[in-house]
């Protein structure tokens, strides 16, 4: 039976840590241990860790001073003596087989599932897969087709995976503690370059809360999101070209990150003109900018042919403001 350490980082919790403890401790196929690192919680998540402690002598606290997720997750995979990783985040919670289901007939170097979204308005499964890829296709996967028939967001974090601890130690494998956003995409995409072959179940059991309007993820900002997409990019590329896959996928994704962010920029004022045409003559620029086209007004790719960036700024900010009135 697979050794599986779970890994949670904590800060400032409460309301939401018994949910996603109580989900661990109710699991199928129990975890060899919990690690939880305290990451300098103010509230009664320190308390609480404590309380279930005394009930579960596999559940192994460290407290850090604050110093974000990605240190905190970093001191967990440091502490996790498992064969595996699995990271849990407080915010979220398990189905009862998650643990049993990722490791059911594990092979390769990473085993994932899928995640069931929860927002104020909806619940819903993310898509494993790329729009028009054959839905059915699971089990054992060779790298080359993971990444060409899973969707780019399931690499996007570390959650619902199961990680070769050896592999992560062995390569020094950690989340950069100096981003706010974006940090597990990199963490992803750097163990992806020592894989190859990923077992994946096309089910949902991990339950991914997104209803606090506090979370990082609801107030992340353009200036933070461009950051990271620069950074997140040549690792991905990286990742193709170890694995020998044509670059035109994640050129793609690259770009549609860009226009994302550049139009987010427009509701929160976080990037200045002079930032989002350098955004518009890199978008234009790439040949893959064509895979765009359909989503562009024809008056911006007018604008954009005749290298008219201020006024694709202007035209841009104004379709914005009209469709806030």
């Not at 320190?46 to 974000?68: E, F, P, V, W």
């Not at 927002?119 to 990444?147: H, R, V």
């Not at 969707?151 to 070769?164: A, H």
Request: aromatic residues 10%; contains cysteine; proline residues 4%.
């Amino acid at each position: 039976m697979a050794r599986i350490s779970v890994i949670i980082p904590v800060y400032n919790a409460a309301d939401t840590l018994p949910r996603c403890l109580d989900s661990v401790f109710a699991q199928t196929q129990a975890p060899y241990e919990i690690i939880a690192v305290n990451d300098g919680s103010t509230d009664d998540s320190l308390l609480l860790l404590n309380t279930y402690a005394r009930q579960h002598s596999h559940l192994q606290i460290i407290t850090q001073d604050n110093s974000g997720v990605s240190t905190a997750r970093n001191i967990g995979i440091e502490a996790a003596t498992g064969d595996w990783m699995l990271f849990l985040d407080t915010d979220d919670y398990l189905a009862p087989n998650t643990v049993e289901t990722l490791a059911q007939d594990i092979r390769g170097e990473l085993s994932l599932a899928g995640l069931t979204i929860h927002t104020c308005e909806k619940t819903y499964p993310q898509n494993l897969y790329q729009k028009n890829a054959n839905n059915s296709a699971e089990g054992l996967l060779n790298i080359e087709d993971a990444l060409s028939l899973l969707s780019y967001y399931t690499f996007c974090g570390p959650v619902c995976k199961l990680f070769r601890s050896d592999l992560i130690k062995r390569n020094d494998i950690r989340f950069p503690s100096d981003m706010h956003f974006g940090e597990d995409t990199i963490f992803v995409y750097n163990y992806l370059k020592f894989v190859t072959q990923i077992t994946v179940h096309n089910v949902h059991p991990y339950h991914c809360d997104k209803s606090n309007p506090s979370s990082l993820t609801a107030t992340v900002n353009s200036v933070s999101c461009v950051a990271s997409i620069r950074r997140i990019y040549p690792v991905m590329r990286e990742v193709f070209q170890a694995h020998h896959l044509p670059l035109q996928h994640v050129d793609y994704i690259y770009l549609d990150a860009l226009q994302t962010a550049t139009h987010l920029s427009y509701k929160d004022h976080g990037l200045r003109a002079k930032e989002r045409i350098n955004i518009y003559q890199e978008m234009f620029a790439n040949e893959n900018f064509d895979t765009l086209k359909s989503q562009c007004s024809p008056i911006f790719l007018a604008l954009c042919r005749m290298h008219t960036w201020h006024l694709c700024d202007l035209y841009l900010n104004f379709r914005t403001i009209q469709e806030r009135q």
